[in-house]
């Protein structure tokens, strides 16, 4: 008698790691710049990172008196290719709908710039980067980085470009803790901001999940303890668990209900195995192998560790209002029905916080069956309120725009 | 907050090319250089006026998502939130006005509300849809029925206007929340002005629409 199998996962050996993304994580094809031994980064954790380098891609051009950037801060799996093809994968940008020229986020009005955050792994320093001291992957020998790392590491970034103020700081979900530290830290630096989808730290069923998935890498007997590079394998199995558990929660229960329901895949009847019967199951398994082999696990690790760390009113006396107060920045907060990862009162929260400091604030709840990754989707609520704040933000801090240069030529 | 969400309110004082008389008074009220909070911005008409004023900076809260969209891709700083639940987190003396445009009717708890307008700003403007009017009584009357009409479109079972009251309600509100009426505008259906000199029963008969601009009592 033969039990029950899971026929549609076979892959139980470990094929040789596919070296796209570990090439680059180490060697990126996207703009680089590399800060030495005379610029050390001092990290939270207590000691200085030196050299190390950020990866970043920009769009559009930067004005004469350098007052048009927008920095974007990635979520947690994304990069710097917001609007250009990444290499690892080939597909387009993963806010193309939202930068561009005439989009949202105009190019041909505005310098976007987009850096991969430090600790990453599409070229910004992480712990797949090569350890000028031994010569191998950093692996866990890397520092734990914190999300005001992060920040200051972007702040660099921005300094080497020539760039001392922003017109607009723009992030969801992990992006939006980034965009939200930008504001708090350097809120004469920053004239308007934007938090998507984000919370100003993460609640303890935000901490649980990730630990689960960090718990999962960790079980792969692929991970050595995170010297999994000099094995020639990646932890595919505990990686893929990781996503596949974190998927669940950017989706809302209306969506998949809606998309997968109870249908079988590609099956008439149950096999009475342990075979992915269910499209649900099909699908998350589909999403959880395409993740492992454009990420970095210990990556994974690292990153999901900075959202778990930040804790914006922990840094004020556990008052948040105090890291605003007297701030000129013009906010904007969007947060979406369905999307229980970082729910409306989180972002509620941020706006209370901001009202008692005086701030001017847009707060807008877009209603969306889409769950977390619907600031990802096409939603047009979301693109007018985008479109209409950066608008009056680009009017209010004397950006002139193209119609309006139309006009007067027109005139 | 946004009265017109499904059923189409007639507005007293609206014009054929659609300014409204009401606003007009409104923006007539607030001095220049000024800090306004509006309460109930609706689709941001009344804000995009008063911040159209010189060196107005103008916030609102809005209940309605469509409301705060439309307020948020006009380019104004709107917010969505409820005016029951959601002044507590403004401080004291944080505005030089707050505005409560048709708004009052409609919260849980219309006195907190008018108590918090006098404590974030230091003055408050409310406007509301008169339930003393004579053609409000007459139907009550005549008809028996709860008045519904082009002003007052909804049956008793789906308004949102949970809290109506008359001019001569609101004037007795006042005393008990320590405010004091500066000025008082009535507008009749047509929109004509209430003369300043007619006395508050005159008010309560004739205003389809009251406008009343508040400070603290000094104690």
């Not at chain 1, 549609?8 to 070296?19: A, E, I, L, V």
């Not at chain 1, 590399?34 to 891609?57: C, H, K, N, R, Y």
């Not at chain 1, 082999?293 to 990556?299: K, L, Q, T, V, Y």
């Not at chain 1, 907060?333 to 209370?352: A, C, G, Q």
Request: aromatic residues 10%; glycine residues 8%; proline residues 4%.
């Amino acid at each position: 008698m033969i039990g029950p199998t899971d026929g549609d996962n076979q892959d139980t050996s470990s094929p040789p790691r596919d070296d796209t993304a570990l090439r680059e994580a180490q060697h990126p094809s996207s703009k680089h710049v590399t800060f030495g031994e005379d610029m050390p980064l001092m990290l939270d954790a207590g000691v200085a990172l030196s050299p190390f380098t950020i990866a970043f891609e920009t769009y559009g051009t930067l004005n004469a008196d350098c007052s048009n950037a927008i920095l974007i801060c990635h979520a947690l799996t994304g990069d710097q290719y917001a609007a250009s093809i990444s290499p690892v994968t080939g597909k387009p940008g993963w806010w193309e709908n939202m930068i561009g020229p005439g989009k949202p986020i105009d190019t041909d009005r505005f310098f976007v710039v987009c850096g991969n955050v430090l600790g990453g792994c599409s070229g910004s320093t992480g712990p797949a980067s090569i350890n000028p001291e031994t010569g191998k992957p950093f692996g866990l020998d890397l520092p734990v980085i914190t999300v005001p790392d992060m920040v200051r590491a972007q702040k660099m970034l921005l300094d080497h470009l020539g760039i001392e103020e922003l017109f607009c700081v723009i992030g969801g979900s992990m992006g939006g803790m980034l965009a939200i530290q930008w504001a708090a830290e350097h809120g004469d630096k920053v004239k308007s901001a934007i938090f998507i989808a984000t919370a100003a730290h993460h609640t303890s069923q935000n901490i649980a999940f990730y630990e689960v998935g960090r718990q999962a890498v960790m079980a792969d007997p692929d991970w050595h303890g995170g010297r999994y590079y000099d094995y020639d394998v990646t932890p595919r199995k505990g990686l893929s668990v990781a996503r596949m558990a974190a998927h669940v929660t950017y989706m809302s229960e209306q969506s998949l209900q809606s998309k997968f329901g109870r249908n079988l895949q590609d099956r008439k009847v149950k096999t009475f195995s342990f075979d992915a019967d269910f499209q649900i199951e099909s699908y998350l398994r589909h999403q959880g192998m395409t993740f492992v082999d454009r990420f970095d696990a210990n990556s994974y690790l690292y990153v999901t560790r900075a959202m778990d760390y930040y804790d914006l009113a922990a840094d004020y006396g556990g008052q948040m209002a105090k890291a605003f107060m007297g701030t000129k920045t013009r906010f904007c907060l969007v947060s979406f029905t369905s999307d229980w990862h970082f729910p409306t009162s989180e972002s509620r929260k941020i706006v209370h916080a901001l009202n008692a400091a005086g701030a001017s604030v847009s707060f807008v709840e877009i209603d969306s069956d889409k769950g977390h990754d619907a600031f990802l989707l096409d939603e047009p609520e979301f693109f007018d309120a985008m479109r209409g704040f950066i608008g009056s933000a680009a009017r209010d801090f004397g950006l002139s725009s193209k119609d309006s240069d139309d006009e007067e030529e027109a005139q | 907050m946004s009265l017109t969400e499904d059923k189409k309110a007639l507005v007293v004082g609206r014009r054929a090319d659609n300014t409204r008389i009401d606003f007009e008074i409104v923006v007539d009220m607030i001095a220049p250089n000024s800090k306004i909070l509006d309460v109930g911005s609706d689709d941001g008409s009344l804000l995009e006026l008063l911040q159209a004023k010189d060196g107005v900076e103008g916030r609102g809260i809005e209940l309605s998502q469509r409301g705060v969209n439309r307020c948020v891709s006009r380019g104004l700083s709107v917010i969505q939130g409820d005016a029951d639940e959601d002044l507590i987190y403004y401080p004291d003396d944080s505005f030089d006005y707050v505005v409560l445009s048709q708004t009052i009717q409609a919260t849980r708890n219309p006195r907190k509300v008018l108590e918090h307008l006098l404590r974030i700003g230091r003055k408050a403007i409310v406007s509301f849809p008169n339930f003393g009017h004579w053609k409000v009584r007459t139907d009550l009357l005549f008809r028996g029925t709860m008045p519904v009409n082009d002003y007052l479109p909804y049956s008793w079972y789906d308004t949102p206007n949970i809290h109506f009251c008359t001019v001569r309600d609101f004037v007795n509100l006042c005393g008990e929340a320590n405010a004091t009426i500066e000025r008082a505008h009535g507008l009749q259906g047509d929109g004509k002005p209430i003369s300043f000199s007619a006395p508050w029963w005159f008010w309560n008969l004739f205003a389809e629409q009251a406008i009343f601009l508040l400070s603290r009592k000094q104690d």
